[in-house]
Protein backbone atom coordinates (compact mmCIF):
# COMPACT_ATOMS: atom_id res chain seq x y z
CA UNK A 1 0.00 0.00 0.00
CA UNK A 2 2.50 2.42 0.76
CA UNK A 3 4.33 2.05 -2.84
CA UNK A 4 0.72 2.82 -4.00
CA UNK A 5 0.47 5.85 -2.02
CA UNK A 6 3.91 7.11 -2.74
CA UNK A 7 3.91 6.12 -6.70
CA UNK A 8 0.30 8.43 -6.91
CA UNK A 9 2.54 11.47 -4.84
CA UNK A 10 5.35 11.53 -7.17
CA UNK A 11 2.88 11.14 -9.80
CA UNK A 12 0.63 13.87 -8.91
CA UNK A 13 3.66 16.20 -8.60
CA UNK A 14 5.13 15.00 -12.03
CA UNK A 15 1.69 16.31 -13.29
CA UNK A 16 1.59 19.49 -11.36
CA UNK A 17 5.04 19.93 -12.75
CA UNK A 18 3.68 19.79 -16.62
CA UNK A 19 1.31 22.63 -15.71
CA UNK A 20 4.09 24.88 -13.62
CA UNK A 21 6.41 24.22 -16.65
CA UNK A 22 4.16 26.07 -18.76
CA UNK A 23 4.13 29.10 -16.90
CA UNK A 24 7.85 29.42 -16.68
CA UNK A 25 9.03 28.21 -20.47
CA UNK A 26 12.63 29.65 -19.46
CA UNK A 27 12.96 26.81 -16.86
CA UNK A 28 13.50 23.50 -17.87
CA UNK A 29 10.61 21.00 -16.42
CA UNK A 30 13.20 18.58 -14.86
CA UNK A 31 14.31 21.64 -12.90
CA UNK A 32 10.47 22.03 -11.83
CA UNK A 33 10.50 18.48 -10.90
CA UNK A 34 13.47 18.73 -8.82
CA UNK A 35 12.36 21.62 -6.79
CA UNK A 36 8.61 19.73 -6.25
CA UNK A 37 11.04 16.93 -4.73
CA UNK A 38 12.64 18.88 -2.91
CA UNK A 39 9.57 20.97 -1.69
CA UNK A 40 7.78 17.25 -0.63
CA UNK A 41 11.17 16.38 1.19
CA UNK A 42 10.81 20.05 3.25
CA UNK A 43 6.82 19.37 3.70
CA UNK A 44 6.46 16.94 7.16
CA UNK A 45 3.19 15.37 5.84
CA UNK A 46 4.51 14.99 1.99
CA UNK A 47 7.52 13.73 2.83
CA UNK A 48 5.94 10.83 4.68
CA UNK A 49 3.84 9.76 2.32
CA UNK A 50 7.07 8.84 0.16
CA UNK A 51 8.46 5.31 1.06
CA UNK A 52 12.28 4.67 1.14
CA UNK A 53 13.62 4.62 -2.21
CA UNK A 54 13.53 1.06 -3.60
CA UNK A 55 15.93 1.04 -6.80
CA UNK A 56 14.65 -2.08 -8.43
CA UNK A 57 11.19 -0.35 -8.93
CA UNK A 58 13.47 3.35 -9.57
CA UNK A 59 15.07 1.11 -12.45
CA UNK A 60 11.45 -0.23 -13.68
CA UNK A 61 10.68 3.61 -14.30
CA UNK A 62 13.89 4.40 -16.18
CA UNK A 63 13.64 1.28 -18.63
CA UNK A 64 10.59 2.35 -20.67
CA UNK A 65 12.24 5.62 -20.91
CA UNK A 66 15.65 4.01 -22.44
CA UNK A 67 13.45 1.96 -24.58
CA UNK A 68 11.67 4.73 -26.30
CA UNK A 69 14.91 6.42 -26.16
CA UNK A 70 16.27 3.62 -28.18
CA UNK A 71 12.73 3.69 -30.69
CA UNK A 72 13.57 7.22 -32.08
CA UNK A 73 16.77 6.35 -32.97
CA UNK A 74 17.29 4.70 -36.74
CA UNK A 75 18.80 1.31 -36.02
CA UNK A 76 21.37 1.91 -39.17
CA UNK A 77 22.39 5.43 -37.45
CA UNK A 78 23.28 2.70 -34.38
CA UNK A 79 25.45 0.56 -36.97
CA UNK A 80 27.36 3.30 -38.71
CA UNK A 81 27.93 4.41 -34.79
CA UNK A 82 29.35 1.54 -33.75
CA UNK A 83 32.66 2.24 -33.06
CA UNK A 84 31.58 5.63 -31.66
CA UNK A 85 29.25 3.38 -29.25
CA UNK A 86 32.30 1.40 -27.79
CA UNK A 87 34.54 4.38 -27.62
CA UNK A 88 31.92 6.33 -25.39
CA UNK A 89 30.07 3.14 -23.40
CA UNK A 90 33.64 1.16 -22.85
CA UNK A 91 37.06 3.26 -23.67
CA UNK A 92 36.14 6.04 -22.05
CA UNK A 93 34.23 4.31 -19.76
CA UNK A 94 37.07 2.41 -18.83
CA UNK A 95 39.67 5.64 -18.90
CA UNK A 96 37.66 7.28 -16.49
CA UNK A 97 37.67 4.77 -13.82
CA UNK A 98 41.42 3.90 -14.03
CA UNK A 99 42.29 7.57 -13.54
CA UNK A 100 39.12 8.21 -11.27
CA UNK A 101 40.28 5.39 -9.28
CA UNK A 102 43.96 5.73 -9.52
CA UNK A 103 43.09 10.21 -8.19
CA UNK A 104 40.92 8.85 -5.24
CA UNK A 105 43.73 6.55 -4.02
CA UNK A 106 46.37 9.10 -3.84
CA UNK A 107 43.68 11.27 -1.65
CA UNK A 108 43.96 8.17 0.85
CA UNK A 109 40.79 6.04 0.04
CA UNK A 110 41.00 2.29 -0.13
CA UNK A 111 42.00 1.22 -3.70
CA UNK A 112 38.56 -1.29 -3.49
CA UNK A 113 36.74 1.87 -2.39
CA UNK A 114 38.21 4.27 -4.57
CA UNK A 115 37.04 2.17 -7.49
CA UNK A 116 33.96 1.45 -6.32
CA UNK A 117 33.09 5.31 -6.32
CA UNK A 118 34.66 6.33 -9.53
CA UNK A 119 33.04 3.22 -11.64
CA UNK A 120 29.27 4.56 -9.62
CA UNK A 121 29.92 8.11 -11.93
CA UNK A 122 30.70 7.01 -15.12
CA UNK A 123 26.57 6.33 -16.39
CA UNK A 124 25.51 9.22 -17.98
CA UNK A 125 22.05 10.35 -17.96
CA UNK A 126 20.52 11.68 -21.48
CA UNK A 127 17.65 13.37 -19.79
CA UNK A 128 19.93 15.53 -17.34
CA UNK A 129 21.41 16.54 -20.31
CA UNK A 130 18.56 17.56 -22.15
CA UNK A 131 17.56 19.60 -18.91
CA UNK A 132 20.61 21.14 -18.90
CA UNK A 133 20.71 22.17 -22.73
CA UNK A 134 17.25 23.12 -22.81
CA UNK A 135 16.36 26.12 -24.94
CA UNK A 136 19.83 25.89 -26.23
CA UNK A 137 21.13 24.41 -29.65
CA UNK A 138 23.64 21.61 -29.20
CA UNK A 139 26.11 20.93 -32.37
CA UNK A 140 24.84 17.92 -34.10
CA UNK A 141 28.00 15.62 -33.54
CA UNK A 142 27.90 15.85 -29.85
CA UNK A 143 24.33 15.99 -29.41
CA UNK A 144 24.74 12.38 -31.49
CA UNK A 145 27.53 11.07 -28.97
CA UNK A 146 26.12 12.16 -26.27
CA UNK A 147 22.78 10.55 -26.86
CA UNK A 148 24.70 7.11 -28.14
CA UNK A 149 26.59 7.04 -24.64
CA UNK A 150 23.77 7.66 -22.71
CA UNK A 151 21.82 4.79 -24.27
CA UNK A 152 24.67 2.11 -23.92
CA UNK A 153 27.46 3.07 -21.21
CA UNK A 154 24.76 2.30 -18.47
CA UNK A 155 25.34 -1.45 -18.86
CA UNK A 156 29.49 -1.07 -18.57
CA UNK A 157 28.74 0.95 -15.40
CA UNK A 158 26.68 -1.56 -13.78
CA UNK A 159 29.29 -4.56 -14.49
CA UNK A 160 32.34 -2.31 -13.07
CA UNK A 161 30.18 -1.53 -10.55
CA UNK A 162 29.41 -5.35 -9.63
CA UNK A 163 33.13 -6.26 -10.38
CA UNK A 164 34.06 -2.98 -7.76
CA UNK A 165 32.07 -4.26 -5.18
CA UNK A 166 33.01 -7.62 -5.13
CA UNK A 167 36.99 -6.21 -5.24
CA UNK A 168 36.13 -4.59 -1.78
CA UNK A 169 34.48 -7.72 -0.47
CA UNK A 170 36.95 -9.68 -1.32
CA UNK A 171 40.25 -7.79 -1.65
CA UNK A 172 41.34 -9.05 -5.24
CA UNK A 173 39.87 -7.39 -8.42
CA UNK A 174 39.02 -10.13 -10.51
CA UNK A 175 40.11 -8.63 -14.30
CA UNK A 176 39.46 -12.09 -16.14
CA UNK A 177 35.88 -12.36 -14.17
CA UNK A 178 35.12 -8.61 -14.97
CA UNK A 179 36.03 -8.94 -18.85
CA UNK A 180 34.04 -12.47 -19.27
CA UNK A 181 30.97 -11.01 -17.13
CA UNK A 182 31.14 -7.85 -19.88
CA UNK A 183 30.51 -9.72 -22.78
CA UNK A 184 28.03 -12.21 -21.09
CA UNK A 185 25.87 -9.06 -19.82
CA UNK A 186 26.45 -6.98 -23.54
CA UNK A 187 26.03 -9.97 -25.37
CA UNK A 188 23.64 -11.46 -23.73
CA UNK A 189 21.31 -8.18 -23.76
CA UNK A 190 21.15 -7.42 -27.40
CA UNK A 191 20.08 -11.36 -27.86
CA UNK A 192 17.57 -11.12 -25.25
CA UNK A 193 16.39 -7.72 -26.36
CA UNK A 194 16.36 -8.86 -30.67
CA UNK A 195 14.65 -11.73 -29.83
CA UNK A 196 12.00 -10.71 -27.27
CA UNK A 197 11.77 -7.44 -29.99
CA UNK A 198 10.61 -10.16 -32.64
CA UNK A 199 8.64 -12.18 -31.17
CA UNK A 200 6.70 -9.48 -30.46
CA UNK A 201 6.69 -7.73 -33.53
CA UNK A 202 5.56 -11.01 -35.08
CA UNK A 203 3.17 -11.43 -32.56
CA UNK A 204 1.28 -7.85 -33.51
CA UNK A 205 1.91 -8.41 -36.83
CA UNK A 206 -0.10 -11.45 -36.55
CA UNK A 207 -2.88 -9.89 -34.79
CA UNK A 208 -2.87 -6.74 -36.95
CA UNK A 209 -3.92 -9.30 -40.08
CA UNK A 210 -6.15 -11.45 -37.58
CA UNK A 211 -7.85 -8.60 -36.15
CA UNK A 212 -6.96 -5.26 -37.46
CA UNK A 213 -9.25 -3.21 -34.94
CA UNK A 214 -7.54 -4.20 -31.64
CA UNK A 215 -5.73 -1.62 -31.60
CA UNK A 216 -6.11 -1.36 -28.14
CA UNK A 217 -4.39 -4.49 -27.74
CA UNK A 218 -1.53 -3.13 -29.77
CA UNK A 219 -0.98 0.03 -27.60
CA UNK A 220 -1.21 -2.28 -24.08
CA UNK A 221 1.45 -4.78 -25.84
CA UNK A 222 3.91 -1.58 -26.80
CA UNK A 223 3.17 -0.22 -23.46
CA UNK A 224 4.38 -3.72 -21.80
CA UNK A 225 7.09 -4.59 -24.05
CA UNK A 226 10.05 -2.54 -22.16
CA UNK A 227 9.10 -3.70 -18.56
CA UNK A 228 9.06 -7.28 -20.14
CA UNK A 229 11.57 -7.34 -22.07
CA UNK A 230 14.31 -5.11 -18.29
CA UNK A 231 11.98 -8.05 -16.35
CA UNK A 232 13.38 -11.03 -18.61
CA UNK A 233 16.87 -10.01 -19.17
CA UNK A 234 17.68 -9.17 -15.47
CA UNK A 235 16.14 -12.49 -14.02
CA UNK A 236 18.63 -14.50 -16.82
CA UNK A 237 21.51 -12.09 -15.26
CA UNK A 238 22.39 -10.01 -18.50
CA UNK A 239 21.91 -6.53 -19.56
CA UNK A 240 18.52 -5.09 -18.87
CA UNK A 241 19.58 -1.93 -20.02
CA UNK A 242 21.39 -3.07 -22.86
CA UNK A 243 18.22 -5.03 -24.09
CA UNK A 244 15.81 -2.81 -23.58
CA UNK A 245 17.77 -0.05 -26.13
CA UNK A 246 17.95 -3.21 -28.61
CA UNK A 247 14.20 -3.52 -28.38
CA UNK A 248 13.34 -0.22 -28.76
CA UNK A 249 15.77 -0.13 -32.01
CA UNK A 250 14.25 -3.18 -33.73
CA UNK A 251 10.99 -0.99 -32.64
CA UNK A 252 11.78 1.68 -34.82
CA UNK A 253 12.83 -0.32 -37.55
CA UNK A 254 9.42 -1.86 -37.50
CA UNK A 255 7.23 1.39 -37.08
CA UNK A 256 9.26 2.76 -40.20
CA UNK A 257 7.85 0.07 -42.02
CA UNK A 258 4.54 -0.36 -40.91
CA UNK A 259 3.38 3.11 -40.12
CA UNK A 260 0.39 2.91 -42.89
CA UNK A 261 -1.07 -0.02 -41.72
CA UNK A 262 -3.24 1.17 -39.69
CA UNK A 263 -2.52 4.84 -39.40
CA UNK A 264 -4.68 5.63 -36.47
CA UNK A 265 -3.12 2.96 -34.16
CA UNK A 266 0.29 4.31 -35.60
CA UNK A 267 -0.63 7.82 -34.18
CA UNK A 268 -2.17 6.85 -31.43
CA UNK A 269 1.27 5.20 -30.58
CA UNK A 270 3.17 8.42 -31.32
CA UNK A 271 0.87 10.31 -28.89
CA UNK A 272 0.94 7.41 -26.11
CA UNK A 273 4.57 7.28 -25.81
CA UNK A 274 5.06 11.11 -26.00
CA UNK A 275 2.65 10.68 -22.61
CA UNK A 276 4.74 8.21 -21.33
CA UNK A 277 8.17 9.53 -21.96
CA UNK A 278 7.13 13.18 -20.06
CA UNK A 279 5.52 11.43 -17.20
CA UNK A 280 8.03 9.01 -16.53
CA UNK A 281 10.82 11.64 -17.13
CA UNK A 282 9.30 13.65 -14.75
CA UNK A 283 8.78 11.14 -12.14
CA UNK A 284 12.67 10.42 -12.48
CA UNK A 285 13.16 13.91 -11.49
CA UNK A 286 11.32 14.58 -8.65
CA UNK A 287 12.81 11.10 -7.25
CA UNK A 288 15.68 12.89 -8.09
CA UNK A 289 14.75 16.03 -6.10
CA UNK A 290 13.85 13.99 -3.11
CA UNK A 291 16.45 11.37 -3.08
CA UNK A 292 19.28 14.03 -2.67
CA UNK A 293 17.12 16.16 -0.15
CA UNK A 294 16.86 13.27 2.00
CA UNK A 295 20.23 12.69 1.41
CA UNK A 296 21.68 16.33 2.78
CA UNK A 297 18.75 16.41 5.29
CA UNK A 298 20.52 12.66 6.90
CA UNK A 299 24.11 14.22 6.29
CA UNK A 300 23.01 17.43 8.15
CA UNK A 301 21.32 15.98 11.24
CA UNK A 302 23.71 13.06 11.44
CA UNK A 303 26.79 15.61 11.10
CA UNK A 304 28.47 13.25 8.76
CA UNK A 305 29.49 15.17 6.31
CA UNK A 306 32.96 17.02 6.09
CA UNK A 307 35.39 19.09 3.78
CA UNK A 308 37.27 15.79 2.92
CA UNK A 309 34.77 13.70 1.22
CA UNK A 310 33.30 17.31 -0.30
CA UNK A 311 36.62 17.32 -2.10
CA UNK A 312 36.96 13.71 -3.13
CA UNK A 313 33.40 14.69 -4.60
CA UNK A 314 34.47 17.73 -6.43
CA UNK A 315 38.00 16.36 -7.27
CA UNK A 316 35.74 13.30 -8.96
CA UNK A 317 33.60 15.36 -11.36
CA UNK A 318 37.05 17.39 -12.13
CA UNK A 319 38.68 14.23 -13.19
CA UNK A 320 35.83 12.69 -14.98
CA UNK A 321 35.36 16.52 -17.13
CA UNK A 322 39.11 16.38 -17.58
CA UNK A 323 39.16 12.72 -19.23
CA UNK A 324 35.78 13.62 -21.52
CA UNK A 325 37.56 16.84 -22.93
CA UNK A 326 40.79 14.64 -23.53
CA UNK A 327 38.42 11.93 -25.01
CA UNK A 328 37.10 14.42 -27.38
CA UNK A 329 40.39 15.78 -28.33
CA UNK A 330 41.64 12.39 -28.99
CA UNK A 331 38.80 11.77 -31.49
CA UNK A 332 39.54 15.10 -32.96
CA UNK A 333 36.74 17.57 -32.19
CA UNK A 334 37.57 20.90 -31.78
CA UNK A 335 38.27 22.76 -28.21
CA UNK A 336 35.18 24.03 -28.37
CA UNK A 337 33.37 20.84 -29.51
CA UNK A 338 35.36 18.59 -26.46
CA UNK A 339 34.37 21.21 -24.42
CA UNK A 340 30.80 20.61 -24.88
CA UNK A 341 30.88 16.90 -24.72
CA UNK A 342 32.50 17.23 -21.15
CA UNK A 343 30.30 19.29 -19.91
CA UNK A 344 27.54 17.44 -21.61
CA UNK A 345 28.51 13.90 -19.60
CA UNK A 346 25.66 14.72 -17.41
CA UNK A 347 25.19 12.27 -14.26
CA UNK A 348 21.52 11.83 -12.87
CA UNK A 349 19.06 10.03 -11.05
CA UNK A 350 20.57 6.77 -12.74
CA UNK A 351 23.59 7.14 -10.71
CA UNK A 352 22.18 7.37 -7.16
CA UNK A 353 19.95 4.83 -8.11
CA UNK A 354 22.88 2.71 -8.62
CA UNK A 355 24.48 3.53 -5.31
CA UNK A 356 21.13 2.63 -3.52
CA UNK A 357 21.80 -0.75 -5.41
CA UNK A 358 25.19 -1.52 -3.46
CA UNK A 359 24.06 -0.53 0.15
CA UNK A 360 24.24 -3.72 1.48
CA UNK A 361 27.73 -4.67 0.51
CA UNK A 362 28.84 -1.71 2.05
CA UNK A 363 29.33 -0.43 5.95
CA UNK A 364 26.74 1.94 6.97
CA UNK A 365 29.29 4.62 7.22
CA UNK A 366 31.22 3.90 3.68
CA UNK A 367 27.42 3.86 2.05
CA UNK A 368 26.55 7.20 3.49
CA UNK A 369 30.06 8.76 2.58
CA UNK A 370 29.64 7.49 -1.19
CA UNK A 371 26.13 8.88 -1.26
CA UNK A 372 27.88 12.18 -0.01
CA UNK A 373 30.13 12.17 -3.11
CA UNK A 374 28.37 10.55 -5.43
CA UNK A 375 25.33 13.24 -4.83
CA UNK A 376 27.68 16.38 -5.23
CA UNK A 377 28.61 14.83 -8.82
CA UNK A 378 25.39 14.43 -9.61
CA UNK A 379 24.72 18.22 -8.62
CA UNK A 380 27.39 20.19 -10.49
CA UNK A 381 27.41 17.88 -13.33
CA UNK A 382 23.56 19.93 -13.72
CA UNK A 383 24.96 22.84 -12.40
CA UNK A 384 28.10 23.55 -14.05
CA UNK A 385 26.84 23.38 -17.85
CA UNK A 386 23.57 25.25 -16.86
CA UNK A 387 25.98 27.81 -15.95
CA UNK A 388 27.99 28.23 -18.94
CA UNK A 389 25.86 26.08 -21.72
CA UNK A 390 24.03 29.47 -22.01
CA UNK A 391 27.29 31.25 -22.85
CA UNK A 392 29.13 28.23 -24.93
CA UNK A 393 26.54 27.24 -26.77
CA UNK A 394 23.71 29.33 -29.54
CA UNK A 395 20.29 29.86 -27.93
CA UNK A 396 17.47 27.89 -30.03
CA UNK A 397 14.39 30.39 -30.44
CA UNK A 398 12.83 30.95 -27.01
CA UNK A 399 8.84 28.75 -26.71
CA UNK A 400 6.90 32.14 -25.96
CA UNK A 401 8.56 33.10 -29.44
CA UNK A 402 7.41 29.77 -31.17
CA UNK A 403 3.79 29.86 -29.57
CA UNK A 404 3.58 33.75 -30.62
CA UNK A 405 4.67 32.55 -34.51
CA UNK A 406 2.23 29.83 -34.12
CA UNK A 407 -0.71 31.65 -32.87
CA UNK A 408 -0.10 34.70 -35.66
CA UNK A 409 -0.66 32.22 -38.21
CA UNK A 410 -3.09 30.30 -37.19
CA UNK A 411 -5.28 33.17 -36.51
CA UNK A 412 -4.87 34.17 -40.22
CA UNK A 413 -5.61 30.34 -40.62
CA UNK A 414 -8.69 30.21 -39.06
CA UNK A 415 -10.08 33.91 -40.94
CA UNK A 416 -9.47 31.34 -44.18
CA UNK A 417 -11.87 29.03 -42.65
CA UNK A 418 -14.12 31.65 -41.53
CA UNK A 419 -14.45 33.58 -44.76
CA UNK A 420 -15.17 30.07 -46.52
CA UNK A 421 -17.86 29.90 -44.03
CA UNK A 422 -19.36 33.27 -44.89
CA UNK A 423 -19.95 32.36 -48.55
CA UNK A 424 -22.36 29.33 -48.14
CA UNK A 425 -26.09 28.99 -46.60
CA UNK A 426 -26.19 27.57 -43.31
CA UNK A 427 -29.51 27.47 -40.84
CA UNK A 428 -28.80 29.95 -38.11
CA UNK A 429 -28.19 26.99 -35.28
CA UNK A 430 -25.40 25.09 -37.58
CA UNK A 431 -23.76 28.48 -38.28
CA UNK A 432 -23.51 29.61 -34.90
CA UNK A 433 -22.00 25.62 -33.89
CA UNK A 434 -19.78 25.71 -37.17
CA UNK A 435 -18.55 29.58 -36.09
CA UNK A 436 -18.11 28.33 -32.80
CA UNK A 437 -15.95 25.87 -33.56
CA UNK A 438 -13.87 27.59 -35.93
CA UNK A 439 -13.11 29.88 -33.29
CA UNK A 440 -12.25 27.50 -30.61
CA UNK A 441 -9.39 26.55 -33.10
CA UNK A 442 -7.68 29.82 -31.97
CA UNK A 443 -8.93 29.89 -28.15
CA UNK A 444 -10.70 32.76 -28.97
CA UNK A 445 -14.08 31.63 -27.39
CA UNK A 446 -14.48 33.40 -23.89
CA UNK A 447 -15.36 31.27 -21.04
CA UNK A 448 -18.44 33.22 -20.52
CA UNK A 449 -18.86 32.06 -24.53
CA UNK A 450 -18.02 28.32 -23.64
CA UNK A 451 -20.57 27.95 -20.75
CA UNK A 452 -23.16 29.72 -22.70
CA UNK A 453 -22.80 27.25 -25.56
CA UNK A 454 -22.48 24.19 -23.33
CA UNK A 455 -26.22 25.40 -21.74
CA UNK A 456 -27.73 25.78 -25.17
CA UNK A 457 -26.20 22.27 -26.07
CA UNK A 458 -27.54 20.88 -22.93
CA UNK A 459 -30.86 22.54 -23.08
CA UNK A 460 -31.66 22.18 -26.80
CA UNK A 461 -32.70 19.46 -29.19
CA UNK A 462 -29.84 17.74 -31.00
CA UNK A 463 -29.86 18.67 -34.63
CA UNK A 464 -31.31 16.52 -36.91
CA UNK A 465 -29.67 14.52 -39.23
CA UNK A 466 -29.87 16.99 -42.39
CA UNK A 467 -28.09 19.52 -40.00
CA UNK A 468 -25.64 17.33 -38.89
CA UNK A 469 -24.85 16.36 -41.98
CA UNK A 470 -24.83 20.44 -43.00
CA UNK A 471 -22.80 21.29 -39.84
CA UNK A 472 -19.72 18.39 -41.13
CA UNK A 473 -19.89 19.82 -44.78
CA UNK A 474 -19.49 22.98 -43.72
CA UNK A 475 -16.53 22.71 -41.15
CA UNK A 476 -14.90 20.29 -43.87
CA UNK A 477 -15.13 23.12 -46.69
CA UNK A 478 -13.52 25.38 -43.32
CA UNK A 479 -10.29 22.74 -43.20
CA UNK A 480 -9.97 23.00 -46.82
CA UNK A 481 -9.67 26.13 -47.15
CA UNK A 482 -7.40 26.53 -43.81
CA UNK A 483 -4.95 24.11 -45.12
CA UNK A 484 -5.01 25.57 -48.96
CA UNK A 485 -3.62 28.66 -46.74
CA UNK A 486 -0.97 26.79 -44.87
CA UNK A 487 -0.25 25.15 -48.65
CA UNK A 488 0.58 28.48 -49.86
CA UNK A 489 2.17 29.91 -46.58
CA UNK A 490 4.83 26.40 -46.52
CA UNK A 491 6.39 27.64 -49.37
CA UNK A 492 8.26 30.11 -47.04
CA UNK A 493 11.14 27.84 -45.84
CA UNK A 494 11.30 29.83 -42.12
CA UNK A 495 8.09 29.03 -41.78
CA UNK A 496 7.48 25.16 -42.79
CA UNK A 497 7.97 23.61 -39.02
CA UNK A 498 5.20 25.92 -37.83
CA UNK A 499 2.81 25.23 -41.26
CA UNK A 500 3.66 21.59 -41.01
CA UNK A 501 2.72 22.01 -37.04
CA UNK A 502 -0.68 23.61 -37.74
CA UNK A 503 -1.41 21.23 -41.05
CA UNK A 504 -1.60 18.03 -38.71
CA UNK A 505 -3.50 19.71 -36.26
CA UNK A 506 -6.31 20.61 -38.87
CA UNK A 507 -5.94 17.20 -40.51
CA UNK A 508 -6.54 15.57 -37.37
CA UNK A 509 -9.44 17.70 -36.29
CA UNK A 510 -11.08 16.39 -39.86
CA UNK A 511 -10.55 12.92 -38.97
CA UNK A 512 -12.07 13.25 -35.76
CA UNK A 513 -14.82 15.20 -37.49
CA UNK A 514 -15.82 11.98 -39.79
CA UNK A 515 -14.67 9.38 -37.45
CA UNK A 516 -17.50 7.13 -37.50
CA UNK A 517 -16.58 5.64 -33.97
CA UNK A 518 -16.79 9.11 -32.48
CA UNK A 519 -19.71 9.11 -30.42
CA UNK A 520 -19.82 12.19 -28.96
CA UNK A 521 -20.71 14.24 -31.84
Not at 51 to 80: C, H, K, S, W
Not at 480 to 504: F, G, H, T
Amino acid sequence: MSILVSTIAVLGAAVFASILAGFIPRISVNYVCMFLGILIVAIGPLNHLITQFDPEIFMYIVAPLIYFEGQTTRLNVVRRSLGKILGTAVVLVVAALICSGSLLSLLGIPAALAFLIASLSTPTDATATAAVSSGLIVPKRQNDLLKMESLFNDASGIILITACTLWLQNGVFQYQWTIAHFFIEAIGGILIGIAAALLMITFRRGLQQLNSWAANAQNLLFIATPFVVYYLSERLHVSGIIAVVCAGLMQNSESVSSQFIHPRQYHNGIVLMGLMQEVLNNMVFVNLGIIISRVIYHDVATNSYNSKWLLIGLSLYLINLIIRYLYGRVVKMTRKGSLIFSLGGVRGAVTLALVYSIAGSVSGGQFNQIMLVETLVVLLSMLVPSIIFPFLLEHDISQKEVMQRVNSIKQEMVEEGLKAVEQIYLPPDVRDNVLYNLRDQQSANSLKKFWQHWLRASRQPDLSPGEKEMEQRALRWAFRAEREYLDMISQKENLRDYVYQLYNAVLLAESILIDPDNELR
